[in-house]
């Protein structure tokens, strides 16, 4: 690999794995509000879940910063975001009879779609470890 690559390569890592290690420490920080929001959605086994969360994202991220055991890290972070992404970001289920309900559908559509984005580089990045 050349070097420039090699540059580009770990920035790409760092700035990819941020939003799962950065989510992953804030749901213990707003520990009460991240479960205030999981009952929102109908969640059930509340605190395992939350922890799993935390493991899943944080392990997944820093799998995939340092390049260890990386396809173990994309799997840990397919297995929290598959769900996640359909139980939190429903969007086609919202009602849409208010401006503001209109809105929050329009928010949560592109949570949703963010994330099948951030699914299809994890595909890709667990692909690329083959080479």
Do not use: C
Not at 69 to 86: D, E, N, W, Y
Not at 95 to 108: C, D, G, L, M, S
């Amino acid at each position: 690999m050349k070097k420039s690559n090699k540059y580009i390569n770990r920035i790409g890592r760092i700035l990819f794995s941020l939003i799962f290690i950065a989510s992953g420490l804030s749901k213990i920080g707003d520990w009460q509000k991240t479960i205030d929001y999981m009952e929102s959605h109908n969640m059930i086994l509340i605190p395992f879940f939350l922890i799993m969360a935390i493991i899943l994202q944080v392990l997944g991220g820093l799998s995939i910063i340092t390049n260890y055991k990386t396809k173990i890290g994309v799997v840990f972070l397919l297995v929290f975001l598959i769900p996640a992404t359909f139980i939190f970001h429903n969007f086609w289920s919202l009602p849409t009879k208010t401006e503001i309900e209109v809105i929050n559908q329009q928010y949560e559509m592109v949570s949703f779609l963010k994330n099948i984005t951030i699914i299809g580089a994890l595909l890709l990045i667990f692909e690329s470890q083959d080479k």
